[in-house]
């Protein structure tokens, strides 16, 4: 069951047939997951073994947690290694996924991306997809760069179309952040890890490769308020990972990372953002945590940057 460290983006499946997506890399202990998927004989979704499942929202998830399952109740759910009954890997699936699925095959085709470099998370992973389920195209390391610069070079080339006005419209809908729809497109715009193939919406997802994991145990600093900061990014190389994370030059704050999906990949090296979230303490060192909740209330990333280098443009 541990031939491979457990990592970002993999899924278990407990001795209950709960299915649960890994968050993190600190799994050293107990695994760190969200729940997503409950058996339950009137739900939406079945796998190929004929057993019917349910989807759980985040805060769902949390509160079934704390009912059937409190001994595996923290900052994530906490899953023991000997309740876990499957482990599932997206670089493992992928060809299982790919012979039942002719989109993700010809995503996978179309991108001829290194063996064991990519593969599908989410519901594909777990057999439970629907036709228009969004694909979670899962790429590592480095080859991840490449996917987008790939992204760029087939919409360019009309090989893959380019994200409709009504699918950009329906994903900031679905983010509902904390900036200006105007900011919020010209932020997702320049990421190119979004994509459309068909009708179905797709995203490139960022995990690092094994030889990179660096597992350092997450746990709450000393809460020191919500702040305001302007500061030039030093380091944006884990900008994609889950949390996003940014090295800045700033008097107080060293760090600013990112819980919410939405500000993922928001500035570049060089770059000066702007960045609303909640201050913390770890070890003498502040950093500014945002996606403190599950839609980051009042708390955001944007890159002054990119938006007085569009209205100088414009």
Same mark, same amino acid.
């Given at each position: 069951?541990?031939? #491979?460290?457990?990592?970002?983006?993999?899924?278990?499946?407990?001795?209950?047939?709960?299915?649960?997506?890994?968050?993190?890399?600190?799994?050293?202990? @107990?695994?760190?997951?969200?729940?997503?998927?409950? %058996?339950?004989?009137?739900?939406?979704?079945?796998?190929?073994?004929?057993?019917?499942?349910?989807?759980?929202?985040?805060?769902?998830?949390?509160?079934?947690?704390?009912?059937?399952?409190?001994?595996?109740?923290?900052?994530?759910?906490?899953?023991? =290694?000997?309740?876990?009954?499957?482990?599932?890997?997206?670089?493992?699936?992928?060809?299982?996924?790919?012979? @039942?699925?002719?989109?993700?095959?010809?995503?996978?085709?179309?991108?001829?991306?290194?063996? @064991?470099? =990519?593969?599908?998370?989410?519901?594909?992973?777990?057999?439970?997809?629907?036709?228009?389920?969004?694909?979670?195209?899962?790429?590592?390391?480095?080859?991840?760069?490449?996917?987008?610069?790939?992204?760029?070079?087939?919409?360019?080339?009309?090989?893959?179309?380019?994200?409709?006005?009504?699918?950009?419209?329906?994903?900031?809908?679905?983010?509902?952040?904390?900036?200006?729809?105007?900011?919020?497109?010209?932020?997702?715009?320049?990421?190119?890890?979004?994509?459309?193939?068909?009708?179905?919406?797709?995203?490139?997802?960022?995990?690092?490769? =094994?030889?990179?994991?660096?597992?350092?145990?997450?746990?709450?600093?000393?809460?020191?308020? #919500?702040?305001?900061?302007?500061?030039?990014?030093?380091?944006?190389?884990?900008?994609?990972?889950? %949390?996003?994370?940014?090295?800045?030059?700033?008097?107080?704050?060293? #760090?600013?990372?990112?819980?919410?999906?939405? =500000?993922?990949?928001?500035?570049?090296?060089?770059?000066?953002?702007?960045?609303?979230?909640?201050?913390?303490?770890?070890?003498?060192?502040?950093?500014?945590?945002?996606?403190?909740?599950?839609?980051?209330?009042?708390?955001?990333? #944007?890159?002054?940057?990119?938006?007085?280098?569009?209205?100088?443009?414009?």
């Amino acid at each position: 069951m541990r031939e #491979k460290p457990l990592r970002l983006r993999d899924f278990i499946e407990d001795d209950e047939r709960r299915l649960y997506a890994v968050s993190g890399y600190d799994n050293t202990e @107990r695994v760190g997951c969200i729940l997503r998927y409950i %058996p339950d004989r009137s739900g939406s979704r079945e796998n190929q073994e004929g057993i019917r499942y349910r989807k759980l929202e985040f805060e769902e998830a949390y509160t079934y947690i704390a009912r059937e399952k409190p001994e595996y109740a923290d900052l994530v759910q906490r899953v023991p =290694y000997s309740d876990i009954r499957k482990v599932l890997k997206p670089e493992g699936e992928i060809e299982n996924i790919i012979k @039942r699925n002719i989109l993700v095959k010809r995503l996978v085709t179309l991108f001829n991306l290194p063996v @064991r470099t =990519y593969g599908c998370t989410g519901s594909y992973l777990c057999g439970l997809e629907s036709d228009q389920s969004d694909i979670d195209f899962v790429v590592y390391g480095r080859t991840f760069i490449h996917a987008r610069d790939l992204l760029r070079y087939f919409v360019t080339r009309g090989e893959i179309s380019p994200i409709s006005e009504e699918m950009w419209d329906l994903i900031f809908r679905k983010r509902n952040p904390e900036i200006s729809a105007d900011e919020f497109f010209l932020h997702e715009k320049r990421k190119w890890n979004r994509g459309q193939i068909d009708s179905v919406y797709f995203d490139i997802l960022y995990t690092r490769p =094994y030889t990179s994991l660096n597992p350092i145990p997450w746990k709450k600093g000393i809460p020191c308020g #919500k702040k305001t900061i302007e500061a030039t990014v030093t380091d944006a190389s884990l900008s994609f990972d889950n %949390p996003a994370v940014y090295h800045v030059d700033h008097p107080d704050i060293t #760090k600013v990372l990112s819980f919410s999906h939405t =500000y993922s990949g928001q500035a570049l090296e060089g770059e000066v953002i702007e960045a609303r979230g909640v201050c913390e303490n770890h070890s003498g060192k502040e950093w500014l945590i945002v996606g403190t909740t599950r839609d980051a209330r009042g708390e955001y990333i #944007k890159s002054i940057s990119l938006i007085e280098g569009a209205d100088g443009n414009s």
